[in-house]
């Protein structure tokens, strides 16, 4: 569940940029509480590639796609949930964003992603859909914006991200051109989404979540919030034909990533959420919970070194891997805002 959140204007975290070409021993975090935006701090440089614009062009083009997707039809109400979720104003597109770039990576044409990356967004609407009911996380909000069984009742929400998960794997079917994809290549996508959010991937950390067992902090992590930006990666990667090595390094960059953005949501709520409110949450569900600010932030220090590493792998692609280490410096630095 990758980047599902939305965090307000926070403290400062500070970590490294990557630098180009160039090996960085490896720095130390730092939280600065006097503005409200992210920033780097040292000699660091930012790359010439321009994240923002390239994901907010492509937030646009996959919005029009899944309106396209979910047209109102019978039964109408179960369409409304499932509308609501997947069009809520505030979602970042982040799966999907993600898997284009991958395939572009490769050189894969985006048109032959856009099917999957909907796909990948239904996918994640239907698990927050779930995430938030009360026999789970019991959250009766969700980006600001009532939670869809709030609005829609449990009965409903249960429907509606029942509904998005299959109607995910037709759409890959039904909308990838067959020119541009081969059946196999569809095959192994619809195989990872399923693995995904199967009872090994997505669910097995939402089991661990409500065991809340301080012993499987890490693996609930990776699995409640790594196997979306695993997943989105893999499947960019499977959809262009990159080589099995290829997708195994992908796998491990997306997995980092999204425990990364997770670690660092819960590190900037930390610094602004009351003492009342801390009482009220969960205990023993984050490294922030558990073990405290300090040693989270060792984790997100690890978790970008070890993104960025799997990417240095992709160097000779050139600038088309840039995206993916831009994803890594926004999962860490929040350094633009994001608004669909």
């Known amino acids: 569940m990758v980047f599902s959140s939305v965090i307000s204007p926070s403290p400062v975290l500070l970590l490294p940029r990557r630098l180009p070409n160039r090996r960085l021993s490896k720095p130390r975090l730092s939280i600065h509480s006097s503005s409200s935006s992210l920033s780097i701090s040292g000699n660091s440089k930012s790359t010439q590639f321009d994240l923002k614009t390239y994901w907010t062009t492509l937030m646009s083009e996959i919005n029009q796609k899944l309106d396209q997707a979910i047209s109102i039809q019978y039964p109408e109400q179960i369409y409304e949930a499932m509308r609501y979720s997947v ?8 799966p999907p964003v993600m898997c284009v770039a991958a395939c572009e990576l490769f050189g894969g044409n985006r048109l032959a992603a856009f099917p999957t990356a909907c796909a990948l967004e239904m996918v994640h609407a239907a698990s927050l859909i779930h995430d938030d009911l009360p026999c789970m996380d019991d959250a009766s909000s969700r980006r600001g914006q009532p939670s869809n069984h709030v609005v829609y009742g449990v009965d409903m929400a249960i429907l509606a991200g029942d509904a998005l998960f299959p109607l995910g794997f037709r759409h890959i079917v039904y909308n990838t051109p067959s020119d541009l994809v ?6 192994r996508v619809i195989v990872e989404i399923a693995r995904a959010v199967g009872s090994t991937g997505m669910a097995a950390g939402q089991f661990l979540d409500l065991e809340g067992s301080p012993n499987s902090i890490e693996f609930a992590q990776e699995k409640k919030y790594g196997e979306m930006g695993e997943c989105s990666a893999v499947c960019g990667g499977l959809l262009a034909g990159a080589e099995d090595h290829e997708i195994q390094r992908l796998r491990r960059y997306g997995r980092d990533v999204g425990v990364l953005y997770r670690v660092i949501n819960d590190i900037l709520e930390a610094r602004t959420t009351s003492k009342e409110d801390e009482n009220k949450k969960k205990k023993g569900k984050s490294y922030v919970s558990l073990y405290g600010i300090e040693k989270a932030m060792e984790v997100a220090e690890e978790l970008r070194t070890k993104a960025r590493k799997e990417l240095d792998g992709f160097e000779k692609y050139g600038e088309r891997v840039e995206p993916l280490y831009g994803f890594v410096d926004y999962a860490a ?6 608004e669909s």
Do not use: C
């Open 87 to 94: 069009l809520a104003k505030g979602t970042k597109r982040a």
């Open 182 to 187: 081969p059946e196999s290549r569809l095959l």
């Open 333 to 338: 630095e929040r350094g633009f805002s994001l």
